[in-house]
């Protein structure tokens, strides 16, 4: 194992693996909670017609062991402290765009999820992956994390109840005196401080810290002996297999759109992560990730593994970050930390204390860290500004992941051809320009 792991080389021991395993198990834990309060579009309480609900403890389960698939795919495969579980931004494009706002199923949607896995396999394998995500403009993919970014922690704040729809001005400020929003708002204050002065895995401190508040003061009804804190591991029956059910259902232009979504959204999330990971642990080689092909096929593979579970796309975590601080150096490190997304199985009680106020600071705080993308956009040039802005400003507001990127690619050719640089646009951009452009007379 010592060997296989090359320990004595990064100069590394299994109880250092062991404690930066738990230590990104820890700082990513939320994502168990968050992720089916997600799909299951809990906080929402009246549904269009014809839109389902996830099974919130299917979700639970399917998150639980894809994280720990994706984990253990890349810990034993690429060899990187990196651990993954289902992405953040794609599981809220997957509730509130694809089966919320467009009104396909949840059946349907997992299906675009399973494609969008099967097609990063084929690149992976061509190489073509890598060159795809050298086409679009470093400032555009940018653009995109911040707008998530900015997109997650507006969901947070309605969820909560902090921002409401206000008929004279679209959105307003809530009820400040009402229980459930004070008690978002004090998780929201707890969450902060946990991150401020360095807690490591302060976002899931500061929802575990909410949860008790909420039960000692009655907002939320605290689990009854122990068969509310541990239980057999959920049933994935409502959700499993369901993609390859529907997948005769992905051949639209719609459909099309989400799966490019997925993909586009996916790419950078984990080539950003794996750079960013491997950067602090001094594993980059002549400003080369080793392994990289191994890498995206693991995020590849646990994409399609979550997928047949039942979950939204499976990506690499920046919260990895947090184990490599302390210490981790090898795939060891992923490999404990999908231990314990396994062990975590036996906790779904636990999810009925996980309210909408309780995930709420979490989206918050997880659009904060991702809005830090802003500072590498180049705004002094004006027709790098305008795309990038308006895919980050469109997301939240139109509450649509993909309409954000749509317009904000439309823009990129037409302003740079106007300033005269259309020879710095890659034919890929021509190409996704005609797609969204299509995508918009598609919704007309």
């Given amino acids: 194992m010592k060997k296989y792991f090359r320990f004595e080389e990064l100069g590394t021991n299994y109880r250092t693996e062991f404690m930066a395993g738990l230590t990104t198990f820890l700082a990513m834990a939320y994502i168990l909670f968050v992720n089916p309060s997600t799909l299951a579009l809990v906080g929402i309480e009246n549904l269009p017609n014809g839109v389902t609900r996830m099974d919130q403890d299917a979700v639970f389960a399917a998150t639980a062991i894809a994280a720990a698939i994706g984990s253990l795919f890349m810990g034993l495969i690429a060899k990187y402290p990196i651990a993954l579980a289902p992405g953040m931004g794609l599981n809220a494009f997957f509730a509130y765009t694809v089966v919320l706002g467009y009104g396909i199923p949840w059946e349907t949607a997992l299906s675009g999820v399973l494609a969008s896995g099967l097609i990063f396999i084929v690149l992976t394998l061509t190489g073509l992956r890598e060159k795809i995500i050298n086409a679009i403009p470093a400032n555009l993919k940018m653009a995109v994390g911040a707008g998530i970014g900015f997109f997650i922690a507006f969901i947070g704040f309605q969820n909560s109840g902090i921002i409401v729809a206000n008929e004279a001005t679209l959105l307003g400020l809530g009820d400040l005196t009402s229980p459930t929003v004070l008690l978002a708002v004090f998780g929201l204050v707890i969450s902060i401080t ?45 959700t499993f297999g369901q993609a390859f059910v529907n997948f005769g259902d992905i051949f639209t232009l719609q459909m099309l759109v989400v799966i490019l979504t997925f993909l586009f959204v996916d790419f950078f999330d984990t080539a950003g992560t794996l750079v960013a990971v491997a950067n602090q642990a001094g594993l980059m080689k002549d400003n080369k990730l080793p392994r990289a092909g191994k890498a995206l096929f693991a995020d590849s593979a646990a994409t399609v593994a979550g997928a047949t579970l039942g979950t939204s796309t499976t990506t690499a975590y920046v919260e990895s970050t947090a184990g490599v601080g302390a210490g981790g150096r090898t795939g060891f490190t992923a490999v404990v930390t999908a231990m314990f997304f396994l062990l975590a199985l036996f906790f779904s009680p636990l999810l009925s204390v996980i309210t909408a106020e309780v995930t709420a600071p979490a989206l918050i705080i997880v659009g904060v860290l991702m809005s830090s993308a802003l500072k590498n956009i180049e705004w002094d040039q004006f027709e790098i500004a305008v795309p990038a802005f308006l895919i980050v400003i469109a997301m939240p507001l139109t509450y649509s992941i993909a309409t954000g990127i749509a317009i904000g690619f439309i823009f990129y050719p037409i302003t740079m051809l106007l300033k005269g640089r259309a020879k710095e646009v890659h034919p890929v951009m021509y190409f996704l320009f005609v797609i969204f452009v299509l995508y918009f007379i598609f919704l007309s």
């Fill in 194 to 238: 946990l991150m401020t002065v360095g807690i490591r895995g302060g976002i899931f401190y500061g929802m575990i810290i909410t949860a008790i508040v909420g039960m000692v003061v009655g907002l939320i009804t605290p689990p009854s002996g122990v068969d509310g804190i541990v239980s057999n591991v959920p049933s994935l029956a409502p």
